[in-house]
């Protein structure tokens, strides 16, 4: 009955591992179609379940704004996401009960399925946010941080319910530096969401230099300036090329600060034992990234390439994760790994 029941557990946690990335790759399709605001209110669409029920309000708004925000199309990808999140948080629900109800058994601390429920539940509230707040570029970037530090958690969950071949305790020297890069993929991550929120994406359309210089005219102050309308400066103004261009210009730059230190510690790591797999998955994500990254300039953002960019950053926080764990359950020599 026992393996029955971790079985089952495992079962719900890697299925809500999956969702969860696959969460995040549709939500950057739910902002890159500008479907943000497909349905307006929260948590229905024009107070109805679906946006069958809100056929009549949509075509209203379409006829106000045949290109705005809301259409049909959108209300539904709105909508999927919506349900989705949903069903994601129920399967959360489920894992910190049976993570509590089971906890001695399965020999683990339910403490950290607890943190994953709390910020699942974070999650709903920046979604809301999200329609609440127009679009608000920190709310929207925040919203995206949030599904990826929860991506994060799913993954440190389901690492250790997984054997892997045996991590050696000289491996431990690695730690603070693997999470050393994990804190920059996070504020690459930001600075991606930050463009991807001011539709920055196109404000310099060269490489690698932007409109022909290598310190083009910036707006760095009212290019990050965090409390402000979409699309708008502070004070209520239309935002700036140079203020785009700043955007812009900071998280190509990083990026190449990030580049160069993860690639230098996956290359580092491929020599520890139990470390190959995951370490050659970063180096493999990172040159993708790169790619993804450049094309979306030579290509104009095409939409497919954008979500792919968006989860090339997922594969990278759980890739980073996944070395942590492993590092942290290192042992020495002729000592068993254990499952749990």
């Given at each position: 009955?026992?393996?029955?029941?971790?079985?089952?557990?495992?079962?719900i946690?890697?299925?809500t591992?999956?969702?969860?990335?696959?969460?995040?790759?549709?939500?950057?399709?739910?902002?890159?179609?500008d479907?943000?605001?497909?349905?307006p209110?929260w948590p229905g669409?024009y107070?109805?379940?679906?946006p069958?029920?809100?056929?009549q309000?949509?075509?209203?708004?379409?006829?106000?704004?045949p290109?705005?925000?809301?259409t049909?199309?959108?209300?539904?990808?709105?909508?999927?996401?919506?349900?989705?999140?949903?069903?994601?948080?129920?399967?959360?629900?489920c894992?910190?009960?049976?993570?509590w109800?089971?906890?001695?058994?399965?020999?683990?601390?339910?403490?950290?399925?607890?943190?994953?429920?709390i910020?699942?539940?974070?999650?709903g509230?920046f979604?809301?946010?999200?329609v609440?707040?127009?679009?608000?570029?920190?709310?929207?970037?925040?919203?995206l941080?949030?599904g990826?530090?929860?991506?994060?958690?799913?993954?440190?969950?389901a690492?250790?319910e997984?054997?892997?071949?045996?991590?050696?305790?000289?491996?431990?020297r690695?730690q603070?530096?693997?999470?050393?890069?994990?804190v920059?993929?996070?504020?690459?991550?930001?600075?991606?969401?930050w463009?991807?929120?001011?539709?920055a994406?196109?404000?310099?359309?060269d490489?690698?230099?932007?409109?022909?210089?290598?310190?083009?005219?910036m707006d760095?102050?009212?290019?990050?300036?965090?409390?402000?309308?979409?699309g708008?400066?502070?004070?209520?103004?239309?935002?700036?090329?140079?203020?785009?261009?700043?955007?812009?210009?900071?998280h190509?730059?990083?990026?190449?600060?990030?580049?160069?230190?993860?690639?230098?510690l996956g290359v580092?790591?491929?020599?520890?034992?139990g470390?190959?797999?995951?370490?050659?998955?970063?180096?493999?994500?990172l040159?993708?990234?790169?790619?993804?990254?450049?094309?979306?300039?030579f290509?104009?953002?095409?939409?497919?390439?954008?979500?792919?960019?968006?989860?090339?950053?997922a594969?990278?926080?759980?890739?980073?994760v996944?070395?942590?764990?492993?590092i942290?359950?290192?042992s020495?020599?002729?000592?068993?790994?254990?499952?749990?």
């Amino acid at each position: 009955m026992d393996d029955k029941v971790r079985a089952r557990y495992r079962k719900i946690l890697f299925l809500t591992w999956f969702l969860t990335l696959d969460l995040i790759m549709f939500g950057a399709f739910v902002r890159l179609t500008d479907s943000g605001l497909g349905c307006p209110d929260w948590p229905g669409c024009y107070g109805n379940i679906t946006p069958v029920g809100a056929l009549q309000d949509i075509r209203e708004a379409v006829k106000v704004m045949p290109d705005g925000p809301v259409t049909l199309p959108k209300a539904w990808i709105e909508m999927i996401h919506r349900y989705v999140g949903a069903l994601l948080g129920l399967l959360i629900i489920c894992i910190s009960w049976m993570a509590w109800r089971y906890r001695e058994k399965f020999g683990q601390s339910p403490v950290l399925a607890f943190v994953a429920l709390i910020a699942v539940c974070v999650q709903g509230a920046f979604g809301a946010w999200t329609v609440t707040h127009k679009l608000m570029p920190a709310v929207v970037t925040g919203h995206l941080l949030g599904g990826m530090l929860l991506l994060g958690l799913m993954t440190w969950l389901a690492a250790r319910e997984k054997v892997h071949q045996q991590v050696q305790l000289v491996s431990k020297r690695w730690q603070p530096w693997v999470a050393f890069g994990l804190v920059l993929l996070f504020i690459q991550i930001a600075l991606g969401g930050w463009v991807s929120t001011n539709y920055a994406a196109l404000a310099c359309m060269d490489f690698p230099t932007c409109h022909g210089q290598w310190l083009p005219e910036m707006d760095m102050k009212n290019g990050f300036s965090i409390v402000r309308g979409l699309g708008e400066l502070p004070g209520g103004e239309m935002i700036s090329q140079s203020a785009l261009t700043a955007i812009h210009w900071v998280h190509r730059n990083f990026a190449f600060l990030v580049f160069a230190y993860l690639v230098t510690l996956g290359v580092r790591l491929r020599s520890q034992s139990g470390l190959q797999g995951p370490s050659n998955l970063l180096l493999i994500l990172l040159g993708a990234q790169l790619l993804t990254g450049l094309t979306t300039i030579f290509f104009q953002w095409p939409l497919v390439i954008a979500v792919l960019h968006n989860g090339g950053a997922a594969g990278l926080v759980l890739t980073l994760v996944t070395l942590l764990v492993r590092i942290g359950r290192a042992s020495l020599p002729g000592l068993s790994v254990q499952s749990r």
